[in-house]
């Protein structure tokens, strides 16, 4: 059975702190994505990594994929009200994903 | 807008009723997804299909549940006999066959039941 952890489940933090979210497993991924979802909305994606080692940057967004492709991290910058919202992980193994239980990110004002 | 769209966004329906979802995926993505999602958890994969074929179905989908694709575009999940256990979002997923697979949701559509 394919199965995603994350942590933490929660994290409230200030306005310009910087935070980093994990995403673990015990098996290996040939992609993963990392999506962020709003209250009453769908998830909306935000990368997809393939390689092992890979990162990737999306503005004050910092993906990294593990080398063993069984892990992933994400850090943001600065963070900043809008970025408040449930992040998921999900891995891709041959036609079906898994995802990850989520992080429900609060950024305070 | 990921251009999935799902009616209705909200559904309040009576216990022991049927209810029935419908899913647009984008036109050239060939492959849809059908998952659930309780308050504070992660989608689980309910089932998906490849064109009109149904290829995979959960066990989370009993024998109340039943999605169709007709003509290999639109989708509709319909659940019979509703129970107050079947309260969710239901989101639906459209993937394009090829390269990197990557889901595109639609935004979903609150169920409850009462």
């Known amino acids: 059975t394919q199965l995603l952890e994350q942590s933490p489940q929660f994290l409230s933090i200030q306005e310009g702190e910087n935070l980093t979210v994990y995403c673990n497993s015990s098996?290996?991924?040939?992609?993963l994505q990392w999506y962020r979802q709003e209250p009453g909305e769908g998830p909306v994606l935000l990368v997809t990594?393939?390689?092992?080692?890979e990162v990737k940057k999306l503005k004050r967004l910092t993906f990294q994929f593990g080398d063993a492709r069984k892990d992933s991290s994400l850090h943001i910058t600065a963070a900043q009200p809008g970025d408040t919202g449930l992040y998921l992980c999900?891995?891709?193994?041959?036609?079906?994903?898994?995802f990850g239980p989520g992080t429900r990110l609060s950024v305070l004002p | 807008d990921t251009g999935v769209s799902q009616d209705p966004r909200h559904k309040i329906t009576k216990r022991g009723q049927n209810v029935t979802f419908r899913c647009d995926p984008i036109?050239?993505?060939?492959?849809l997804y059908w998952y659930r999602q309780t308050l504070g958890q992660g989608p689980e994969f309910l089932t998906y299909?490849?064109?009109?074929?149904?290829?995979?179905k959960s066990r989370l989908l009993s024998d109340r549940f039943s999605a169709e694709r007709p003509k290999g575009s639109f989708s509709t999940l319909e659940i019979q006999r509703t129970e107050q256990g079947d309260s969710a979002m239901y989101l639906c997923?459209?993937?394009?066959?090829?390269?990197?697979?990557?889901?595109?949701f639609g935004q979903g559509t609150r169920l409850t039941v009462v």
């Open positions: 999900a891995g891709s193994y041959g036609q079906n994903f898994v």
């Open positions: 997923a459209s993937i394009r066959q090829g390269g990197i697979t990557e889901a595109f």
């Open positions: 036109s050239e993505h060939n492959r």
């Open positions: 990594v393939v390689t092992g080692g």
């Open positions: 299909f490849q064109n009109e074929a149904q290829l995979e």
């Open positions: 098996s290996v991924f040939s992609s």
